[in-house]
């Protein structure tokens, strides 16, 4: 299934993308280290936005199967860009942290590990962006 998004250059390096199913809409901006002020997301920042959501996404999918309420997980990434062979997003790090009071079995962490492994975002990216995910299991 394919969606549209309609992307409009607003000027002074900001732009405002559309989501075609939804409407829903977002603004970007350079970042202040590549020309920009840093008023919003640049999109290289929406490409750790991506990952992060889409783990904690798909751990969600397995937790509704399971009847597990993953509400209150927390998703912190840390972009680090590389300049060498060019300027590109080289390492994403991303903490997972589950919400308190419940007690998470090892079978259930590794279901929620294993599917937080299948994101699609993930799997879209170069091997060159290395990426680290680290899960918090507070009790």
Same mark, same amino acid.
């Given at each position: ?35 920009? !002020?840093?008023? *919003?997301?640049? =999109?290289?920042?929406? &490409? $750790? %936005?991506?990952?992060? +959501? ?24 840390? !972009?680090?860009? *590389?300049?060498? =062979?060019?300027?590109? &997003? $080289? %390492?994403?790090?991303? +903490? ?30 170069? =091997?060159?962006?290395?990426?680290? %995910? ?6």
């Amino acid at each position: 299934m394919a969606v549209e998004i309609d992307i409009v250059y607003t000027g002074d390096l900001h732009c405002e993308a559309t989501h075609g199913p939804s409407g829903s809409k977002l603004a970007t901006d350079a970042p202040v280290d590549n020309a920009g !002020k840093g008023e *919003a997301f640049s =999109p290289t920042d929406l &490409v $750790g %936005v991506a990952l992060g +959501t889409c783990l904690v996404t798909i751990m969600g999918i397995i937790a509704k199967r399971h009847d597990w309420d993953l509400r209150g997980t927390r998703v912190h990434v840390v !972009k680090e860009m *590389a300049a060498k =062979p060019a300027r590109r &997003v $080289g %390492v994403l790090k991303t +903490t997972i942290t589950l919400p308190k009071g419940r007690h998470w079995s090892p079978e259930d962490r590794q279901r929620l590990e294993q599917a937080a492994q299948t994101c699609p975002v993930g799997q879209s990216l170069h =091997p060159d962006v290395q990426q680290h %995910v680290q899960f918090v299991y507070p009790e």
